[in-house]
């Protein structure tokens, strides 16, 4: 049983109930009627704002609702005690056998306990990473990245159909940079001495293999061309170069996408996708000829006055209108953006979340202004800021990484605490705060590092499967051993608090693929850690409660199953985060 799910529907009977016999009014509207665990475990199991929400509503006070609804859910299934408290609030206690239950439901259910239909099979493109390819990625990247991978696997896991996408930024100056930089190091492949790096140009080393490339694919052959020749050539090579090295360094996290969608193809040999863009924005008189301020904290005398082309993005609740032309006539980001954008529209998603980094927060209203104007209203698009992380070693701030010039790489950071760590620790703060990432930290073992925590629970559980076949010969946790257990021999403290806890994953699912916010899995995840090694300890303490008894199969069944329910969600949370549940710690 999905105890909120279940118990959502019972509040839902209950309101129906009271609308039969026109106490609340048959529009009423429940979207905010909620249930969830108490604040304190002593008030019961669950509790419910449904009166609060609906006494406006039905014109009633909120207390006198609140007794009319605990009178009809304390008939339903399972519900031991119905109480209201406060102004209206209703704390439902339920009967034993509802916990003891949830356990065998959990291993009947194995790795789809938890998986949703929220999404309804709707699709939805998740973009994420997109960093310029003009070098290796870095520890900024990495949040981004691994922030975005895990919000799909989450949405994936909620019931949505969802496209992975990296928007690969090949067009403008920053790759002409790029190139200028890689035939430098060409140059240097050849025998030529190219002293220090110039002002302007990438001075990492990372550029060094792909100058060499070159030199032995063309020879000296691209010295004797004209810039205008060799230009698009190194372009294409050095792009290619970065893209494949950026792959790979995903790859080292287990990420990887399912479309790459090229900038430059947007005004590429199948047409000008921005011009089309404007024009079709302009056939709706979203474009127009304009004039704009000079923006705020800028000197009059430093802003250029002059006659614009504008999308009229303050129609679709942006500050201000958008320039979509510079003034040499190249096209601004934002038209490149909105031509990107429309192109996702046009392959048939309206659900569009984009992870940017935290530099990118003052863009965030004119792209959702921009998808709301170039899909009529139909599209909608969250995007999530990953804000920057810090990254310490035993305290001290990491200096800059040798082989890239001026910042740490996220391979070198994985080589040396791996992904499991990189990825636990990048998800353990919400994304729009800080992340301080210790490098020593993440490698203790110790309550204090969470992914160590986690894991370790999973291995211990996976100990207490080893230690069982040992005292029962035959014994297969995945067997017949664990489907036939008597619940009723769960009820200790300890035990009933685990399998509340396990109770919650569903719920935790379900909000956080509602919310977009992947963290709330690893928050939950190291809560459940707490309550099973609290559980392990109490049983070291009190050998009544051990998780074997030689003597007593049938409470050894009991409890290795509720290990085993533990085991499963453990592993199915950190899958959902792209996390290796560990079975045993070395």
Not at 2 to 15: L, R
Not at 21 to 47: K, M, Q
Not at 233 to 246: D, G, N, T, W, Y
Not at 316 to 340: E, H, N, V
Request: aromatic letters at 8%; one cysteine or more.
């Amino acid at each position: 049983m999905n105890v909120f799910a279940h118990f959502a529907a019972e509040i839902d009977t209950a309101i129906k109930a009271l609308q039969a016999s026109g106490v609340v009014p048959d529009d009423a509207v429940t979207d905010h009627v909620n249930i969830e665990p108490p604040r304190d475990a002593a008030h019961g199991d669950l509790a419910t704002n449904a009166a609060m929400v609906l006494a406006k509503q039905a014109g009633v006070n909120p207390r006198e609702l609140a007794e009319k609804l605990a009178e009809i859910l304390s008939h339903a299934d399972h519900v031991a005690a119905v109480q209201v408290a406060g102004p209206g609030f209703i704390n439902i206690t339920l009967s034993g056998e509802v916990w003891g239950g949830a356990v065998a439901d959990i291993l009947a259910a194995g790795a789809q306990y938890g998986r949703g239909d929220v999404g309804q099979d709707e699709r939805v493109n998740v973009e994420y990473v997109s960093a310029n390819p003009t070098g290796p990625l870095h520890i900024g990247h990495c949040r981004g990245a691994v922030f975005g991978d895990a919000l799909a696997n989450l949405l994936d896991f909620s019931g949505y159909e969802v496209t992975r996408e990296y928007y690969i930024n090949d067009a403008g100056a920053q790759v002409d940079i790029l190139a200028h930089s890689v035939f430098l190091r060409y140059r240097e492949a050849l025998g030529e001495k190219i002293g220090a790096i110039p002002d302007g140009l990438y001075p990492g080393d990372y550029v060094v293999p792909v100058g060499e490339a070159l030199a032995k694919e063309h020879g000296d052959s691209l010295l004797k061309m004209t810039e205008e020749t060799w230009l698009p050539l190194v372009r294409k090579a050095a792009i290619s170069a970065m893209m494949s090295q950026i792959k790979d360094d995903l790859a080292s996290l287990n990420i990887r996408h399912d479309e790459f969608y090229s900038e430059a193809s947007l005004t590429g040999s199948d047409g000008d996708r921005v011009a089309a863009t404007i024009e079709d924005l302009r056939a709706r008189d979203l474009v127009y000829l304009g004039h704009l301020p000079p923006p705020k904290g800028k000197a009059a005398e430093n802003w250029e006055d002059r006659e614009q082309t504008l999308f009229r993005a303050t129609q679709f609740g942006d500050d201000s209108d958008r320039p979509l032309i510079k003034s040499d006539g190249s096209y601004t980001y934002f038209a490149s953006d909105m031509a990107y954008h429309a192109s996702k529209i046009a392959r048939g998603f309206t659900n569009l979340i984009d992870v940017w980094g935290a530099d990118h927060g003052g863009y965030v209203k004119r792209m959702a202004a921009a998808v709301k104007a170039l899909s009529g209203g139909k599209a909608a698009l969250d995007v999530k800021i990953c804000q920057l992380v810090r990254l310490f070693r035993g305290g001290e701030a990491v200096k800059m990484s040798k082989r890239a010039g001026d910042f740490v790489t996220l391979r070198e950071v994985v080589d040396e605490v791996g992904p499991d760590s990189v990825r636990f620790m990048m998800l353990y703060r919400k994304n729009d705060a800080t992340l301080d990432f210790d490098l020593l930290k993440v490698r203790e073992q110790s309550r204090d590092n969470p992914v160590f925590y986690v894991q370790y629970a999973h291995a211990r559980a996976h100990s207490v499967f080893r230690n069982t076949k040992e005292a029962f010969v035959g014994f297969d946790e995945n067997g017949d051993d664990l489907k036939s257990i008597n619940a009723g021999l769960l009820n200790s403290d300890e035990e009933i608090t685990l399998i509340k806890r396990l109770s919650y994953y569903p719920r935790i699912i379900h909000a956080a693929s509602i919310a977009h916010e992947p963290h709330r899995i690893a928050f939950y995840l190291y809560e459940l850690a707490g309550d099973f090694h609290a559980l392990w300890t109490r049983g070291k303490e009190s050998p009544q409660l051990r998780f074997i008894n030689a003597d007593n199969r049938d409470l050894t069944m009991a409890r290795v199953a509720l290990v085993a329910a533990t085991a499963e969600v453990l592993a199915s949370g950190l899958g959902v985060l792209g996390v290796q549940p560990i079975r045993e710690m070395r």
